[in-house]
Structures are given as C-alpha cells and as structure tokens.
C-alpha cells in the first residue's frame, strides 16, 4: 500500500511540475524552454507506449518509431486534405497505427527473442522506406505543416503554451490508461506471459491473442506521441521512423526503469535533457551519450532489465 | 521515495536548461548559421560555415555592430532543425539566420524563423516554393533556385544535339526538381529515366541499364556521397565514352573523394574557382591558404551571404528597423565574387550560369573548372508566382 | 534483354556476396553466442576507413587490405574483453542498449577522427576497369574479384566449421554452451576467438568496399540493418542460411530494382507503374522477410523451436 | 466410462521413437498410475497428451472429442490440465495471482482493460479456496519465487486445479521434495480422488501403489500391461521389463 502511495505521490509530483513549467519559463523571460518541454511530453508518450510492451509484455519491439511516424502523417496527410480538426487526426492516426500493428504484430509475434527485435526493427525500416518514397508527401524531404491542428474548429493550439498544456492533458490521460490496463484482468495476463508463457498456456491462455492486443494499444499510444510531435515540430518527415528513434525510446524506457510507466516518462525527459545539455557542451555530445549508455548498462550487475524488474515487485 | 527523489532532481535539472533570456541588445547583431555539420552531408555545412567565418573574420565587426555569430548544426533531420531554428530566434534572439544547405530543411526552418520577425538568408537551398509560391519578404537566397542548375545542362544538351539523354536522380523531391528543370530547357528524347533509392551506394543496376541503351549522354543529379559512388563505379564500368552532364554531382565537396574518375565530366554552376574576378581571386586564395581545400560553390555563397549582411546592415544603419534592413538587403548593396548580382522580386539572384568542367590543378588538387558560359543574367521560373506583400 | 537480365543477375550476386562477408561475422557471434550486436555496422565501417588510411600509408590497396584485417581483428579483441565479454549472460536488451550505445561512439569518435567528407581508396590499377561480358555489355573487374573473394571466404568457412576441431566446437556451441563447458573447452576463449573473428570478416567486407563505393559515417548503418534481414531470413547462427539469406537479398532487391517497374508496367499505366516501383523497390527486401517468417518463424536453415 | 481414450500415438525424433504406437484408455473418476523405466517417454507422453508437444499419429480423445491438432490452452478449456515435473510458476506473481490468474483463464472476460483485478473478491475467493486445498493459503500473499520447494510444488497443483480440469495430468508432483512435503502432497492426492480423474506419473512406488486405482506401464514408448496395482505387481513380463530391476528392493 505504501508502494502505491509514493508512486502516486511520484506521479503528482512530476505532473504537477509540468504543468508548472510554463510559469518557470515566463519567469525566466525564456519561451523556448516550453518548446524543449513539449517535445519531451510528446516522446514520454511514446515512451509509455512502449514500456506497457516492453515491460510488462516482455515485448522489446525495435521499431516503435514506426508509429509515432504513423501519427505524424496523419496530420500531413489529413491538413493537406483540409481535415485540420486534432480530434479527427488522433483517430486516423491511432487507426493507421492499429492497422499496422494488427498485421506486422500478427507476424512478429510468431518469433521471439532476437527473431521478435529484429522483424520489428525491419518493419520499422518498411514504414520508413514507404514514406520516403511516398513523393505525393515529400518523400524524404517530408512536408512543412502550414497550421497546427485545430481545437474545436478554432487554432487554439497555435498558440505554444496551449499545445503544451493539451500534450500535457494526453499524456496524463494515457498514464492513467495505461497504469489501469497493467492493474486489469487483461494487464495480469499479460504480464503472466512475460513472466512464463507456458504456464499461461497451461491455464488455458493463449498468450499471442493478448500480446498481439497489446501490441496494438501500445502501437495506437505511440501514433498520438506522433500527432503531437508533428504539432510541435511543424514539420512531418520520414525521420520520425529513423530506426535511431526506436532506438533512443528503448534507451529512455531502460532509463527510466523497466515496467514502471512513471518511469518511461521520467526517463523521456532524462534522455532529452541529457541530449539538450551534452549538446551545449560539444558538437559531438553523441560520444559522450553513447559511452554514458555504455557505462550504464555495464555498472549495474545483474544487467539494467533485471535491476529494475526487481524493484517493479518487491 | 526514491522515485520522488529523482523527480525532485529531474524538475530542478530541467530549470538548469534554461537558457539566458533573449539579448535583445540593439547594439549586437546576432547571427545564427544554421548548417548541416553531421552525417555524410556534414562536408557541405562545413564549407559553408567556413566560408562565412572566413568573410567575418576579414570584415570585422559585421554592418559595424558587435557581432555574435552562433553556429548550430542541424543533423540534416527536419524536427531537430526546427527546434534549433525557434531556439536561435527565440532563445537566443538572432536577427539574421545564414542556412540550411539542404532544401527539406528549408522547408522546416523557414516558419519558426520568419515568424519571429528575424530574416533568413540561404546560402545555398533553393527550393522552388520559396521562389515562387511561398516567398516571403525576410527571406532572401544567395545562391540560386534550384531548378537552374539542371537548366543549364539542359540547355547544354539542346545545343550539342543530343536527342537520346538518359536521366538518373535519387527519388526524393530535389531529384524529381532536377529532372524537370533539365527537361526544362531540354526538348530532345529521353532515352530512360530512373530515380534511385535516396542514400543509395551502389548503381550497378542502373549502370547496366544505361549500358545496354547506348544512350547519347547521361544527365544525373546525384548530390554528396550518392555522386562520389555513382562517378566511379561510371568510370569502372566502362562508361565512360558517354558524356556525363551533372549538377551538384562533381563538385570541390566530392572531388576529393572522386578525383581521377570524374575529370572532364561536365556540370552547370553559377561560379568556379578559376572565375576571373578580383574578389574571387582574393576569396579562393585566402580560403585555400586558411583551409588547404579548393572552396566549392557552398563556400562562396556562404562568403556572400556574410558580406551582403554586412553591407545591408551599414546601409540600414543597424538591425532594428526590420523594414529598412529588407530594404538595404533587396538592393544587394555589395561586390559579389560572381562579379554580375542582384536580387529579383522574389529575392533570389538574377546572375550568370556557366558550363564547368572537372580538372586536375597543376598543384595536383582536382576542381570544376569554367567551360562556357551557358546563360546571362538568368532569372528563375517560378518569379511570377511571387505575390509579396 | 536475357543479356540484361544476365548481368543484372550478376550484379545482385556481387551484392548478396557483399552482404554475405558481413553477415557471416554477424550470424556467427548471433548464433553462437545468442548476442545482439548492433555494434557490427559500425565494424565494417571502421574497416573501409582503415582501409583507407593503410592504403594512403602504405601506397597500396593490396597491403592496406593486409592491414586491415589483423587490425579489425584487434578492435574485435579489445571490445570483446572491454565490453561484449560483459555482456553474455545479459537479456538481449541490454545488449542492444550497450551496442546501441557503441555504434553513436564509433560514428562519432570515426567523424573525429577522420571527418565527415566522404573518403575514398583509389582502385588498383591492375583491377581497374572492366572486361566485356555479353556483346556491349561490360563488367568491372573489381566486382569479379569481391565475387571471387566473397566465394573463397564462404568456401573457407565451410570448410572451417565443417571439417576442423574448432568448428566442431562452433557447432557444439551453438547447441549447447552447457555441454561445450562440460567437455572442457573454454568457452570465454572460444567467444573471444569468434567475436575477434567476426569483426575481422566485417572489417574483411570494409575494406573490400573501400574502392567501389564511398567510405562516410552513415555506410555501417545501412548495411547493419540488411544484414541483420539476411541472416532472420537465413536463419540465426546458420553459415549457410546468411550465404542463401544474402544472396536472395542481393538478388530480389537489385532484380526488383531493375524489373520491378517493367514488370508493373505490364499490369498498370506508366506513370502509376513508375510511382508504385519506386515505392515498393526499397520495401521488397522487408516483404521478403516478412512473408519468410510468417511461414518459418525460424528462417529458412533455422533450428525449429 | 473413459474419459481419456489414447489410439496408435506416435512420435519420434529423427529415428529414435519415442512414442511408439501407443494406446491407452482411462476411466472417468479413478487415479491412474503411469510408471516405466527413465527414459520411457513418460514426460513426452504427458507432454502429447496436453498439447505442449505435437504428435506424428493417433488419436487423443478426450470426453469424446478429439484432442489431436488442439494447442494447449484449448485443452485446458476443455477440462484437461496438467503440472509440470520441473516447477513452472509466476515467480514474479504472489502465490494468490498465481492461482487467481488460473481461475480468471476459467472465468472468460479476460480482455477487461479497465477495473483493477486485485480488488476482484471472486476471483481472489475461488483462488483462495485453491490454495487451502492443496494447504497454503496462509502463503497466499508471498512471492511466489520466495516460495520453498514444496510449496511451490503445491503452488504448481493449486493452479492446476484453479483451473477446475476433469482430468488433471501430474508430471512426478513429488519430484525433489522432502518426506515431510511428499506427505503432504500425497494427502492432497488422496483427498482429490474421485472428485476429478487423475493421471500421475511418478517415481515413488511407495506413493503410486498406495494411491493409484490403475496403473499402466511404459516401456520404450508403449504400454506392456495395464491394471490394478495387484495386477501389476503380479505381472511377469512387468517384473521382468521394470521391477525386477530397479525397483524388486522397495517392494512392498
């Protein structure tokens, strides 16, 4: 009981401090800090998306970037077709998200292991190559947005502190989701498959049906990371696939702690932050990024999954 | 408890970032080069901001102004650039953004820039919106629409006769910019046409195909590491009987790389090195003496860009007045190294376009080298469509 | 067109042999020691930059190939006891982290070092060129040789694994690494010698390529994430299965890229047939992939779970 | 009636069979023995029958209807559930979420994304009751992984039951535990008989010739005789294939 009371009291805490953040940033005369802090809100979602696969299904997918991809051109796509409304580009993007992930979930969860990280990295590079190519959206050079999304028909979010704030309402919103489908019948079935799935199927269970299911609601949670980011960034490119950004979300899923959702959004903004500030240092603060990684996964014994799973049951 | 700890540190961390407020200082002109300085492409950023630093240092205090020049690189990625482009106007409160070099980055940086009021000045990307469409009064080009380039060849190509043009460009939207801007000014056949994977290495598959058709010549745009491989494994298959027309393909960026195997391959440029100027006498030594490397077209527009915002800014007396600094900029109030340079409507260059060719120096360095010149005082296409306010 | 077919089907051979130099490295330390390395991309890149210099040092391609290869073998040596050897009982996950990690050190420490400008290794002048093959068609001699090279290390390997005492251990360590232990080999040396070995075939293909195409920061990048769809199709920890992996990779995608939009054109217009190549060529080899494992999860010569 | 009739099962790896051309039926409500030899194929044949393996031939019937080309989990729907030789638990799980879990596989409406499961009384009750079945319900809240041996072989039973099977496959439930836990298991046995169909493969003779109603023996894949426990005992060609000689010392 206590363990809930300081993990609530963790998830106020921090919430609480974003929301607070805009203020700070006025404070200090400095309206960037609210653009900085979007862009972590925007990947802490797309970093809970893959904790509730990773951590608690076991699933390490090595291709989430695919669907943040996938939500940012819902946006390009639809603004271009002069559906602007936000509302309508999160449902395209969750539904080109679900559709994905329903086929190429269906197909990498007949393999485990190294077999699972890999076809989901190659899928990833599917999404990638398909939007480069796609030249009506710009292939490779992607699309400039000429508006954000609107809010009730009206350009609410142009404003930055607003389109904050709403990234900010969604990303509670999805932790709350996500916090409620790990404690349900469906999150104890899945994570009894990570634990062991032959006992599962030995009570009765088909593990594939439930983390194909999740694949597809982490998939979905990931497509709004991308509608958001989009909206940040004016600006939707195949880049969002780079197999690098899957890549960098598993990093801040590790970081953060494996199968605590609170912790995939601290570790979103540790690793953003962490970037913002090596990349003041030195131009090739990704040296010094790698060897931190490198050290981390190194110092800790019994290897950073393990580490942290531990403390995710004590 | 110990998760409320690391939060507690993560929240005060976050404030550390927090850059100092905007220096909205009248008396310091701030600069942002926004410039691609990672990756494969990473050559180009380089030139570019050596090219400005180079002019900077020669002039001194930019417009008469406490100068603070901020480089920044752009990692080639739109979303980063865009982020480092609102950080540069907003947090740092640059007056004057020099960059990208790549169009797609254009594309992103432009918004967030303008809309701050600053002005933008590309030394090298020139994407057919912003000459066209989309132009706008605080962005400026120093360097050249993109479709001209290609053009050029094209025009080349019409007045040798050929009739049988083969036509390779990566498939992305610069490629398929290219291909147009040829056929543009070119009205013979085409003998075939391939867009490539985008980054692609090996073209042995398409150099089969232009093998079995024989073609009359061969029209490729082929930017940065794409063009090193495509030149040479040309030269190593036997090609090169065909003439090899190109833009942005054989330049002083790739040529290091390339060396033996692109000489006497042709290409369409608004400059060379050996273009008989004064001030591009002064530029190419000095940049060679400073850098040990044959300046490409980059490194020139990047030189220009700095010298036209000095002038423009001793003409407007200072940043502040906006308008009257456009006004100074709009009137290209320096000596380009191009000799010929002005601004048209649009604010892209109206200025002279060459045949090169590639040549090995007697100092053993390899660089393009002036052939013919192809058009004068050339305008872009898309000038018409520029509805500026 | 069966002469372009002819030469296209030997272009897409000299890629798959390209792709089959790295992945064989790749397979076997997969395989064997059930290891994910990201960090293999970035090995063969190191290797074409050595390449690289050792040629501009040496004044020869020929000796800066030599070079190369002992000097691959000991950065393979140096991050198996710095790094890898850390890492063998870890889950998978850690290992991608700290390969993920070592692949932004090396892109970045290779940029440092050697800058971002692509480089490149002059051709030898007695491989420079090319012969002629079927009427007007010709061929570089260059591709023949990494051909040639590519068959004699996969004719070499077959012969390692199939025939001497340490291959028998390779293969009984791909089984299983308890009963290696048992029957007293020392199984932390066995993985040193196999990872050292690996990186010096995947150094082995950098330096092969050094004069064919550019060598720059990204090179690793792409080829890592091909071979690593070479060796799913082919099967983990399969020699055999990367050598068929590769060569149906290199075959389909420089076929598909070539009479992919030929063929589309037979069945729709022109300019959709065009649009609809360009899309599917980069994706063929991923469909590839992903219509194998649906029908073997395993890949082709994977062991059935 | 026979809940469990076995036809021509047959298996083989490679040239080696391992299930050889195997019959065997099973009555509804007794405990049936399987004893034979290690390495007569018991493990694999428990294996075929819940699906866990698959099988070249033959036929599976259970409660009528065919098993064969069935996955597990459908097995276990269908009321046959098994527990492994080596212990096979949630030991991230308490021993409650280890059962309840079981119980939730029985009650359907798994795909609940939104009500918390610990505060579910139904589940937690059936699976309560599970555990104070086979005597650990005052371990309920503990690890699963913290469990001792014996517990967690009981743990292993109290999930199979959760899952309420007619006919309950026990893969040697008293391998590896102590005289004392042994006897507590052997009582769980006892108590289950008759309430459910059981078939147990067990080393422990002393266990299988106290508990059993019939016994079937295994040897190199087939079953040489079948038979209540005086009749194997009796049997020849038994004694002479498997207790005569590893087992004539213990015998009664």
């Not at chain 1, 009570?203 to 594939?208: A, D, E, K, L």
């Not at chain 2, 409320?4 to 100092?20: D, F, N, V």
């Not at chain 2, 860009?305 to 009257?324: C, K, M, P, Q, S």
Request: with cysteine; hydrophobic share 50%.
């Amino acid at each position: 009981m206590s363990r809930l009371m300081t993990r609530r009291n963790a998830a106020l805490l921090l919430f609480s401090g974003f929301a607070l953040l805009p203020f700070v940033a006025t404070m200090l005369g400095d309206s960037y800090l609210v653009v900085i802090a979007t862009r972590i809100l925007g990947f802490a979602i797309a970093a809970l998306a893959l904790d509730l696969i990773l951590g608690y299904g076991g699933m390490v997918s090595f291709g989430h970037a695919a669907y943040v991809g996938i939500g940012a051109y819902s946006v390009a796509i639809l603004s271009r077709a002069g559906i602007t409304d936000l509302g309508a580009h999160l449902l395209a993007g969750i539904a080109g998200a679900v559709l994905f992930a329903l086929v190429t979930g269906a197909i990498s969860l007949r393999t485990r292991g190294i077999y699972f990280i890999m076809i989901t990295l190659a899928f990833a590079q599917m999404a990638f190559f398909f939007f480069v190519s796609l030249s009506a959206y710009g292939g490779d050079d992607g699309v400039t947005l000429r508006a954000r999304s609107t809010l009730l028909g009206r350009p609410l979010l142009e404003d930055d502190r607003t389109l904050y704030y709403v990234t900010l309402a969604i990303l509670v919103a999805l932790y709350l989701l996500a916090v409620a489908i790990t404690r349900s019948r469906f999150g104890r079935v899945l994570t009894g498959a990570r634990e062991n799935p032959v006992r599962m199927q030995a009570i009765g269970f088909s593990p594939f049906r439930y983390q194909l299911t999740a694949f597809v609601i982490s998939g979905a949670m990931a497509s709004v990371a991308g509608v958001m980011l989009a909206n940040q960034t004016g600006f939707v490119s195949p880049a969002f696939m780079n197999w690098h950004v899957s890549g960098e979300l598993v990093v801040m899923v590790v970081l953060g702690g494996i199968g605590n959702l609170l912790g995939a959004v601290a570790g979103a903004t540790i690793a953003l932050l962490l970037e913002e500030w090596l990349g003041l240092l030195t131009e090739h603060w990704r040296l010094l990024f790698g060897l931190i990684l490198v050290v981390i996964v190194l110092a800790s014994r019994d290897g950073v999954s393990g580490l942290f799973r531990r403390r995710d049951r004590p | 408890m110990t998760q409320s700890r690391t939060i507690l540190a993560l929240l005060a961390a976050s404030t550390c970032l927090a850059g100092p407020a905007a220096a909205q200082d009248d008396d310091t002109l701030t600069i942002g080069l926004l410039l691609t300085l990672s990756g494969p492409s990473a050559v180009l950023g380089e030139m570019a901001r050596d090219g400005f630093q180079l002019a900077a240092e020669e002039i001194g205090d930019i417009g008469g102004m406490t100068t603070r020049i901020i480089v920044v690189d752009d990692e080639l990625k739109p979303d980063v650039a865009t982020n480092k482009a609102r950080e540069l106007v907003q947090r740092n409160g640059a007056d004057i953004v020099v960059g990208p070099i790549f169009s797609n980055i254009m594309g992103a940086i432009a918004k967030p820039v303008v809309d701050s009021g600053a002005i933008l000045i590309s030394p090298n990307a020139g994407p057919s919106v912003f000459a066209g469409a989309e132009c706008h009064r605080n962005i400026f080009a120093t360097s050249y629409q993109n479709d001209q380039m290609h053009e050029v060849m094209g025009a080349y190509a019409q007045a040798q006769g050929f009739d049988n043009v083969f036509l390779l460009a990566p498939n992305y939207q610069a490629g398929k910019d290219a291909l147009a801007g040829f056929r543009h000014s070119y009205e013979g056949g085409v003998a075939g046409e391939i867009f490539t994977q985008l980054g692609q290495l090996d073209y042995s598959a398409e150099l089969a195909q232009i093998a079995a058709m024989q073609p009359d010549a061969v029209f490729a745009f082929m930017p940065g590491g794409m063009g090193v491989n495509l030149v040479r494994q040309y030269r190593q298959a036997g090609l090169e009987t065909i003439p090899f027309l190109s833009a942005f393909t054989v330049d002083e960026s790739t040529l290091p790389a390339q060396q033996d195997a692109a000489v006497s391959f042709l290409g369409g440029s608004n400059w060379a090195p050996d273009l008989d100027t004064p001030e591009n006498k002064a530029f190419v030594e000095a940049y060679e003496a400073k850098f040990n490397q044959v300046p490409a077209v980059y490194a020139m527009q990047a030189y220009d860009a700095a010298r036209l915002i000095d002038a423009a800014v001793r003409e407007a007396g200072g940043v502040a007045d906006r308008d009257a600094l456009i006004a100074a900029l709009e009137q290209a109030p320096f000596t380009s190294v191009r000799g010929d340079f002005s601004f048209g409507p649009n604010h892209f260059p109206i200025q002279d376009f060459y045949l090169t060719e590639v040549v090995k120096r007697e100092d053993g360095k390899f660089a393009t080298s002036i052939v013919e010149k192809i058009f004068e005082d050339y305008q872009d296409s898309y000038v018409g469509d520029c509805q500026m306010d | 067109m069966t002469s372009l077919f002819l030469l296209q089907l030997l272009n897409g051979v000299q890629f798959g042999i390209l792709l089959f130099l790295i992945a064989a490295g790749l397979t076997l330390v997969f395989g064997i020691m059930d290891f994910v390395n990201l960090a293999h991309g970035v090995i063969y890149m190191v290797g074409a930059y050595l390449a690289v210099s050792f040629t501009q040092m040496t004044g020869s391609y020929g000796l800066g190939l030599l070079l190369t290869l002992p000097a691959t073998l000991l950065i393979g040596l140096v991050l198996e006891l710095l790094v890898f050897r850390r890492l063998y009982d870890r889950p998978h996950l850690d290992q991608v982290l700290a390969t993920f990690g070592l692949v932004m050190i090396v892109t970045e420490g290779v940029q440092i070092i050697w800058g971002a400008a692509p480089l490149s290794v002059a051709m030898p002048e007695a491989l420079s060129g090319s012969i002629p093959l079927i009427g007007q068609m010709r061929y570089p001699v260059f591709r023949l040789v990494v051909i040639g090279a590519g068959l004699a290390t996969a004719l070499g390997l077959y012969l390692i694994i199939g025939h001497t005492r340490i291959g028998m251990r390779l293969r009984a360590g791909a089984t299983s690494r308890a009963m290696v232990s048992a029957l007293g080999v020392d199984i932390h040396k066995l993985f040193t010698v196999i990872f050292a070995f690996g990186a010096m075939l995947a150094g082995f293909a950098g330096a092969m390529v050094a004069p064919i195409l550019t060598v720059d920061p990204g090179m690793g990048e792409q080829v890592l994430i091909l071979a690593f769809v070479v060796i799913v199709i082919g099967g983990i920890g399969s020699v055999r299965g990367a050598f068929a992996g590769a060569l149906l990779v290199g075959i389909v995608d420089t076929m598909g890229r070539s009479f992919g939009p030929i063929l589309l054109r037979l069945v729709m217009e022109p300019a959709a047939a065009g649009q609809a190549g360009r899309v599917l060529a980069p994706m063929l080899v991923y469909i590839l992939m992903a219509a194998i494992l649906a029908a073997r999860p395993t890949g082709l010569f994977g062991q059935k779970t | 009636m026979n809940i469990l009739e076995v036809r021509g099962l047959r298996k083989a790896y490679g040239a080696l069979k391992v299930t050889d051309d195997l019959d065997l039926t099973v009555r509804e409500g007794t405990l049936h023995a399987i004893i034979g030899p290690n390495g007569a194929g018991k493990s694999t044949l428990i294996a075929q029958l819940s699906g866990q393996a698959g099988s070249d031939a033959g036929s599976v019937r259970f409660a009528g209807a065919e098993m064969m080309g069935q996955p597990m989990h459908r097995r276990v729907r269908a009321g046959m559930s098994r527990s492994f030789q080596i212990t096979s638990i949630l030991p991230g799980f308490t021993a409650l979420e280890n059962v309840a879990v079981a119980v939730q596989a029985r009650a359907g409406h798994s795909f609940s994304f939104f009500a918390p499961v610990a505060g579910e009384a139904a589940l937690n009750e059936a699976a309560m009751e599970a555990l104070a079945r086979v005597g650990i319900q005052d371990r309920a809240h503990v690890r699963a992984a913290s469990l001792s041996h014996g517990e967690k072989r009981q743990l292993e039973l109290a999930i199979a039951l959760a899952t309420r099977p007619r006919l309950l496959l026990l893969d040697e439930p008293l391998a590896g535990t102590s005289g004392q836990e042994a006897e507590r298991l052997i009582g769980v046995m006892r108590a289950l008989k008759g309430s459910l169909t059981l078939v147990l493969i067990e080393h422990d003779m002393d266990a299988v010739f106290a508990l059993a109603d019939r016994i079937s023996v295994l040897v190199y894949g087939r079953i040489i005789a079948t038979g209540s426990p005086a009749e194997i005992r009796g049997d020849p060609q038994v004694r002479a294939a498997y207790l005569g000689e590893e087992t004539a010392g213990e015998e009664p």
